[in-house]
């Protein structure tokens, strides 16, 4: 599943791409992406994107001179935008293979957005959890609010961070991965923060002393934005819009390195289950 550096870098991208090319045409491919709106494309004819922004891992397209209504998009498990225009084809987020791109619309796209310059954008997504739907204001605000703060934001809160952490009664790991208490970490990106803070994944959020705490939200906040200045984490299939793999995988010091040496310490790196997700850690540096 694409994490907030992946989806960060696709909105990046995609703001050099689509903004102000005037919608001429959409086509829905499968009604449940929209959330079965039947009047999706005919409120999107003829409207241009005014600006892409983002909470967690919630893209928010802005269109221009409206303030009543926004698209949201999320790219759950498998979901992918393509643009495309006269340069080619080029992709970000996540695809199952890499001949999604072969052909445009494909077997796996479920909306299409033609600009009336020529240029096209493409939503597709192998699994179909993901999602663009029409929002109203009170809608995205409500979004908004169902996400915590995020460690990439400047306002990050430590201090808040450390005091709601200490009230937690589950494991950290869990804990990390609440949207609802910390915006936009994901399974790759907890565990090596978890790493580089010296905490096991299994320890009790309330155990964590407030040095670790602040461990914690600081080396979050540095792999998260070293991951969205490299272009996010590759696995599968990930490419940014302008084609390019993400390569974070070249500084991943736990995550899919089960059995393999600790480049810390040499003990080799193990590989459980928490809150139902695979989970890497040392079992020597993390305590």
Request: glycine fraction near 8%; proline fraction near 4%.
């Amino acid at each position: 599943m694409p994490e907030l550096p992946e989806v960060e870098t696709v909105r990046l991208q995609l703001l050099h791409r689509i903004l102000n090319r005037r919608i001429k045409r959409v086509e829905v491919f499968k009604p449940k992406s929209v959330a079965d709106n039947n009047q999706f494309a005919k409120t999107l004819i003829g409207k241009s994107f005014s600006h892409i922004d983002r909470i967690g891992k919630l893209l928010i397209f802005h269109l221009v001179k409206e303030k009543k209504i926004f698209l949201l998009a999320h790219l759950k498990m498998t979901g992918q935008f393509f643009f495309h225009d006269l340069t080619g084809i080029s992709g970000g987020g996540h695809t199952a293979t890499p001949n999604d791109t072969l052909k445009l619309p494909g077997k796996h796209t479920r909306v299409a957005f033609y600009f009336t310059d020529g240029s096209s954008l493409y939503f597709n997504d192998l699994r179909g959890f993901g999602y663009v739907k029409i929002a109203t204001a009170k809608e995205v605000a409500g979004a908004k609010a169902r996400f915590g703060q995020e460690p990439i934001a400047d306002d990050f809160d430590t201090e808040l961070f450390t005091l709601t952490l200490k009230r937690k009664r589950a494991p950290i790991k869990a804990v990390l991965l609440d949207q609802t208490f910390v915006a936009g970490l994901g399974n790759i990106y907890v565990d090596e923060t978890l790493f580089v803070a010296g905490v096991r994944p299994t320890r009790q959020a309330n155990k964590v002393t407030e040095k670790e705490a602040c461990a914690i939200a600081q080396a979050s906040s540095e792999i998260m934005k070293k991951a969205i200045t490299v272009g996010g984490t590759t696995f599968q299939h990930f490419a940014d819009t302008k084609g390019a793999r993400g390569n974070y995988t070249n500084y991943l010091q736990v995550f899919g390195k089960q059995n393999t040496p600790c480049p810390r310490c040499q003990t080799l790196i193990k590989k459980i289950r928490v809150a139902g997700r695979g989970t890497h850690f040392c079992p020597t540096c993390q305590k």
